[in-house]
Nanobody, 116 residues
């Protein structure tokens, strides 16, 4: 079955960096786009970044452009989110997600807290 497992979250000071990873299994990873979403307390889940199946195209939420970078390693079935210059407003649970021909699949999420 499809599994998405996020890791790499934690507590970081403002201005710091974190790298999130999402290990995928149960589907042909290299055939599908992958996305990172986040959900802050009391807010709706929002799309942060998307990367095409080949890795050749990416899109970002305006508020993270220039600070976050999405990438993927199709040989390792893993998608990454490098987050630099983190701000308190980036605090949220971060989820990876894919849409396959069988439906949408989400990971369990990883908490990112930006605080001094």
């Amino acid at each position: 079955q499809v599994q998405l497992v996020e890791s790499g979250g934690g507590l970081v000071q403002p201005g710091g960096s974190l790298r999130l990873s999402c290990a995928a299994s149960g589907f042909t990873f290299s055939s599908y786009a992958m996305s990172w979403y986040r959900q802050a307390p009391g807010k709706e889940r929002e799309l942060v970044a998307t990367i095409a199946s080949s890795g050749g195209s990416t899109n970002y939420l305006d508020s993270v452009k220039g600070r976050f970078t999405i990438s993927r390693d199709n040989a390792r079935n893993t998608v990454y989110l490098q987050m630099n210059s983190l701000k308190p407003e980036d605090t949220a649970v971060y989820y990876c997600k894919t849409r396959t021909i069988r439906g949408d699949y989400w990971g369990q999420g990883t908490q990112v807290t930006v605080s001094s």
